[in-house]
């Protein structure tokens, strides 16, 4: 019955004209309710949600393409990248380098084009250009964002002893120390460690850009503070000279995990714990020899 | 002076200055409204009885607006049944569409490199940008929905039949148009989302034979949807769709004034339309009735429209439109779910006993030369529309009358139901009951994808960002990390969802092995930026362990929190 009704229903003149003006007050009122949200607080609630989102797509794109180089952190990495959020980054560096705009602008068209000519000798690798115009990983929105998401550590920048910051433009450098000549069987040695593979993992100043494990530069150095320190003598490590230690650090990682990696502390089981069984001893020894050249004090 | 004011002087000398500048502005309105005075349009508005003669049949003669609307109806069709208004509520929503289009047109470009960028500002800089863009949206998918009820009110009420066929033929052309203004419309944001739906649906004419990758090709303007294909979606969806649309629409309702609206079948001698044929004493004029009642509903309809997108409906937008990654789940818009349903369909040939999918299979190959994928996508796909068309020609009865079109009310019915099992078959979790076109991942990336999907959002997105804890919290169902309800809270309903995974298995059979633990991980990246990650360790169908993790980064004022 009530569906007869309704079915039925012819609404009278006077609920026609009725309906229609509640009608119009009500669109007319959902338009100034929307109207006074936006121009007092809407837009500016939207826009700061936006552009957080925005910051949130740049962190990931940061992690993925240059937290390698510059630190998770964005404290730069020895030889990879310099600091993007120190102090002297916010500050100071749009100055030094000449730069006539911001620093949005700089970090943008460094990422996009990249740095052609290596700034300093420090650096081991050159800056990649990452617009996909320039043959690189991203699209023009991408960058932006990542810039947003470097603007964003200004708030509160990192200006911890370890941040690697850029050199000033036209600053004297150090000359970099003459190597010392590697002997026959220490360039086999180089050659092993080529062709083992270590290079995907470990950097070496001039032969390898691995990034996984911790780099190699100053080896010998790092094995000396190593085998005196709290941390290895609580761990299963039993080497008592850096040689010792190079050589258990191969045939087996798993008996001390070195604390940092470019990309955050260090995975364990990571690097593969059979080199003992897939090198010979003959080429061991040589890779060793190679590597504890590495960072040591010439006599 | 002019012979024109030479008259004007005259008038006033005869009939001083009031009366010649009130007649004189009455002509001007009379002009206006084609032949109706500001008596007889005040008449009509206090809703008084015509006076004979009627002046207010003339705009329907002289005026091209009125001239496709009728002069009256038979009062059996001004009731709710049998129109139910759907029809004019089609043209009412494609009305709202036009013009708010029009207002997001102002603030849009065309550009990959810009559109996505224009729509956050039409979001968050252009006042009532956001509410606009609601609006289109809403209207769009209300739109969908009511011609598709306006057609299934004339398909039952039998309305398509002689001399109603090209009515009925317009009318497939403005549904079709309608879908693709619907689906052209969904690129345009340039995000995640619209990407891949039309990604698919284009996708799906590629696989055509002989012709396929033509038309792929011109749609997309590229093998890949990139700056071409969205320069030609914006215009298929902002000139060539509005076009086809008005036109049709304006064919559609002359058809309607010519034929009259088809009165309620038990009214009908058996095969004669006496619509037309209506006594003096049954006629409901346009003017004022008709009108007015028109413009209750129209107005009914915006109301609803206007307060919906005012509250709770929000326009999704998603990240940023990414070729290079296929988000989980993606879907095309539910519209065409059916058809995504259709492509499902050789899913089930593999189940169908041996030897009847073994013919099957060398049927479609062997004597259609078809893979059955395309063979149910692209070819039985359209064949729906061609079926559409074809209905005033296939049903040869002449009749109207429910009780005598059982037969052509059931096959409506089944079709129907058809599209209806298959929209829900085409959704990625399948038929509810059957778990038929069930798609889906392994699964822990199912669980990571419950709880923070690649786009849009998910519980472990919602956390307030002072309850998002750092350091790795194991999922247990008494979570006790203190000071933040909400992360226990959630804990706890991953922890139930792997229970769930644990014991029941999933439509394809996979199940979670008894030991899988998960955690989520939470470090601070800036000070309002925070990384939270979802930590699961499993063992895969081949019995290794395995750890599955998916992160996301979350912005102290991104607004997702509630
Ligand atoms: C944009 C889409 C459409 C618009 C604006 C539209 C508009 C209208 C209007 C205003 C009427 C007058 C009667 C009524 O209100 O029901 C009508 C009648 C009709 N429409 Fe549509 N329509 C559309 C789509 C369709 C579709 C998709 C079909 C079927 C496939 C269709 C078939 C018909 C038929 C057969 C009639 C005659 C009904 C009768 O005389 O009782 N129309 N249309």
Known sequence: MIIKKIVTYRPSFTVRILAGLISFMVIIAACMVTGVADLTQALTTRDTAYRSRLIEEGARVYMDQCARCHGVEGKGIEGQGPSLSSSNFFNNRVKEVGWNSTLETYIAAVTKSGIPLKSSPMWEVTHPPFLDRFGGPLREDQIDNVVRFIMNWRQAPIDTADVVEAPKPGEA??????????????????????????????????????????????????????????????????????????????????????????????????????????????????????????????? | MSVIGKRFVEQVKTTGWKSTIAQRLDDGFTRFTAGLSWNDVRG?????????????????????????????????????????????????????????????????????????????????????????????????????????????????????????????????????????LSFSGYLLPWDQLSFW?????????????????????????????????????????????????????????????????????????????????????????????????????????????????ATWYNAPLETHANPLATPNHTVAPWYFYWLQGLLKIPHIIPILPGPIAGALDQFFANVLGLTPKVFWGVIVGPLVFVLLFAVPYIDPNPSRRYGDRKIMLSLGGVFAALILYLSLAGIPTGVPVTGFGYVGGTPP????????????????????????????????????????????????????????????????????????????????????????????????TTGAAQQYVKYKFIHKDSGRAH
């Open chain 2, 445 to 540: 990336s199912e669980i990571a994808q419950e709880f923070m999907p690649d786009e849009g959002e998910g519980e472990l997105m919602t956390i307030p960002f002072d309850q998002m804890i750092v350091g790795e919290h194991a999922v247990k169902p008494d979570a006790n990390v203190p000071n933040a309800p909400k992360l226990n809270q959630v804990l706890a309903e991953v922890y139930h969802s792997m229970e769930k995974r644990k014991t029941t298995a999933d439509p394809l059979g996979q199940i979670l092995n008894e030991e899988a633990t998960a955690s989520v991980k939470i470090t601070q990246i800036q000070p309002d930026l925070k990384q939270i990650s979802i930590i699961i360790n499993y063992l895969d």
């Open chain 2, 44 to 180: 009509v508005l206090r809703g008084d009885p015509a006076p004979k003669p009627n002046p207010r049949v003339k705009p329907h003669t002289e005026a091209f607006w009125f001239h496709i609307r009728p002069t009256f109806y038979h009062e059996a069709v001004t009731t709710l049944y049998p129109t139910f208004r759907l029809g004019l509520l089609s043209a009412v929503f494609f009305t709202i569409e036009i013009i708010t289009g029009i207002f997001l047109m102002i603030f849009y470009t065309p550009s990959p490199e810009r559109a996505y960028t224009n729509m956050i500002d039409i979001l968050t800089n252009v006042p009532f940008g956001s509410f606009m863009r609601d609006l289109h949206r809403l209207g769009a998918e209300a739109m969908v929905i009511v011609v598709t009820l306006h057609m299934a009110r004339t398909f039952a009420t039998g309305s398509y039949k002689k001399p109603r066929q090209f009515t009925w033929f317009t009318g497939v052309v403005l549904l079709i148009v309608t879908l693709f």
């Open chain 1, 173 to 299: 450098f150090a000359p970099m120390p003459t190597p010392v000549p590697l002997t026959a069987a220490q360039e086999e040695g180089k050659n092993l460690f080529l062709s083992n593979g270590c290079n995907a993992c470990h950097a070496i100043r001039g032969v390898a850009n691995g990034a996984i494990g911790p780099s190699l530069n100053k080896l010998y150095e790092d094995a000396l503070k190593w085998i005196s320190s709290e941390e290895y003598k609580a761990s299963q490590g039993k080497a008592t000279t850096p040689e010792e230690y190079i050589r258990e650090s191969i045939v087996n990682p798993q008996a001390f995990i070195v604390p940092e990696c470019p990309q955050g502390a260090c995975p364990a089981g990571v690097m593969p714990a059979n080199y003992a069984d897939t090198i010979p001893a003959a080429d061991l020894d040589k890779l060793i020899d190679y590597l504890s050249t590495l960072g040591r004090p010439t006599q």
């Open chain 2, 197 to 309: 739906a039309v990604t698919i649906g284009t996708s799906m004419a590629d696989a055509a034979p002989v012709f396929g990758p033509t038309v792929n090709l011109l749609l997309r303007g590229a093998p890949d949807i990139g700056a071409g294909g969205l320069l030609r979606f914006y215009l298929m969806h902002v000139v060539l769709f509005p076009l086809i649309g008005i036109i049709f629409v304006a064919v559609h309702y002359y058809k309607v004034v010519r034929w009259g609206i088809s009165l309620p079948p038990e009214m009908e001698p058996i095969g004669e339309d006496n619509a037309r044929k209506v006594p003096p004493d049954k006629r409901v004029n346009f003017l004022p009735d008709i009108a007015t009642n028109e413009i209750m509903y129209a107005g009914v309809a915006f109301a609803i429209l206007a307060i919906s997108a």
